[in-house]
Each structure stands twice: as structure tokens, then as C-alpha cells.
């Protein structure tokens, strides 16, 4: 059974500091691994996305890495702002369509 | 955007009522997963249908139930509903077979139980 775990549970950082999230899971018989930004009451918001077959991905101040061996990923928030303040979920696919996610890193970026 | 939309939005019902979520996948898609959010906890696989079939549950009883239909549309029913089934319920559609492609998320509806 895959399980996915999130450290830390919580992150308080001041503004212009880098930071960065893991991510591990049990079974590396993943088909991709994406990471979602939630905000309080609200839906997921898709930031990357890393197929098997990658080892990281970038957009903007974030960069996302799969190490699929080992059975972790971290994703990087570069120069962080208070408006990244959020809720950040990892989550792993299986072939056939089914993603386990982790409960997630709170992170805070004070001013 | 996903594509992928959900209805109603918010949801307020008592407990021993039932209720119908909806999901409209994008266009194409034969699968649609339904997930379950409960607050502070990451989202929790409920059940899977392909090709209007149920493809794997997670473990949540058979009050939880779901269709499928051919017009890339879905639905979520929960019967007798419970206080601690409120929560955030999204949907996810994907294409499994030939051009595999990944899950899509709508945006969820929240449903709370008094």
C-alpha cells in the first residue's frame, strides 16, 4: 500500500528566505508526481508535475525533483514571498489513475 | 483550468440525509476518480470508475456509492450521511489506455453535515 509523507508539517519563514519541501512515498511503482498549492477553503492548485521518467521540473521560483529510488521528492520555493503562504500537497499517481497524497506542508512566509 | 468542473460548489445537509455531488470530466476522459478531504488531512481515494464501471475503492463503505456516464459526466452519492463526512470532495478524470494521460482535478465541492 503507498503512502506518502510530508515533512515538515508546518513551516514559519521570513519573507526573501529559500525553503524547501520534502516528500517521500513507500512504493516507487509511481506513473508521475505532482505537487499542489491549497489555499485556505479553497481547491488544488497544480504547480508541477514530474513524470516517471524525469528527474525535475521548473516553473518560475519553484523546481520540483523525483529521485523515484530512493522514494522522495523535494520541491524548492526560491526567494520566498507572503503570498506563497499556503498549503503545499504531494501527491503520487499509480498507472492506473489513483493518487495517494501526503496531508501536506503549512507554510507561512511572514513579511 | 482543469477542464474538469464540479456542482454544486458549497452543500449544507443534516445527518441521515443523502446527497448527489457531480463532476463533469474533460471531454474524452474515461475514467473519474472521487477523493474525500477531510480538514487538515491530505485528499483520500474513495472509489474509481472506467468506462462506467467501479475500478477499485478505497476504504469507505458501501453508503458511498458513484455512476458513470457516457457523456464524460459522474456522480457521487452518499447515503445516511454522517457528521464527520464533511469535508472537501473533489473529482479527478483522466484517459487510461493509448495516449495515457495524467489526472486533472476539479475544484471541489464542500459539503458540511449538521
Known amino acids: 500500500k503507498q503512502e506518502v509523507t510530508q515533512i515538515p508539517a508546518a513551516l514559519s519563514v521570513p519573507e526573501g528566505e529559500n525553503l524547501v519541501l520534502n516528500c517521500s512515498f513507500t512504493d516507487s511503482a509511481i506513473y508521475n508526481l505532482q505537487w499542489f498549492r491549497q489555499d485556505p477553503g479553497k481547491g488544488l492548485t497544480s504547480l508541477l508535475l514530474i513524470q516517471s521518467s524525469q528527474r525535475e521540473q521548473t516553473s518560475g521560483r519553484l523546481n520540483a525533483s523525483l529521485d523515484k529510488s530512493s522514494g522522495r521528492s523535494t520541491l524548492y520555493i526560491a526567494a520566498s514571498q507572503p503570498g506563497d503562504s499556503a498549503t503545499y500537497l504531494c501527491?503520487?499517481?499509480?498507472?492506473?489513475?489513483?493518487?495517494?497524497f501526503g496531508d501536506g506542508t503549512t507554510l507561512t512566509v511572514k513579511p | 483550468e482543469t477542464g474538469v468542473t464540479q456542482s454544486p460548489t458549497h452543500l449544507i445537509k443534516t445527518r441521515g440525509q443523502q446527497v448527489t455531488l457531480r463532476c463533469s470530466s474533460q471531454s474524452g476522459h474515461n475514467t473519474v476518480s472521487w477523493y474525500q478531504q477531510a480538514l487538515g488531512q491530505g485528499p483520500q481515494f474513495i472509489f474509481q470508475?472506467?468506462?462506467?464501471?467501479?475500478?477499485g475503492r478505497g476504504n469507505f463503505p458501501p453508503r458511498f456509492s458513484g455512476l458513470q456516464f457516457p457523456n464524460y459526466s459522474s456522480e457521487l452519492n452518499v447515503n445516511a450521511l454522517e457528521l464527520n463526512d464533511s469535508a472537501l470532495y473533489l473529482c479527478?478524470?483522466?484517459?487510461?489506455?493509448?495516449?495515457?494521460?495524467?489526472?486533472?482535478f476539479g475544484p471541489g465541492t464542500r459539503l458540511l453535515v449538521l
Open positions: 479527478a478524470s483522466s484517459l487510461l489506455a493509448g495516449d495515457r494521460e495524467t489526472q486533472y
Open positions: 501527491a503520487v499517481e499509480t498507472n492506473a489513475g489513483k493518487s495517494t
Open positions: 470508475y472506467y468506462r462506467e464501471e467501479e475500478n
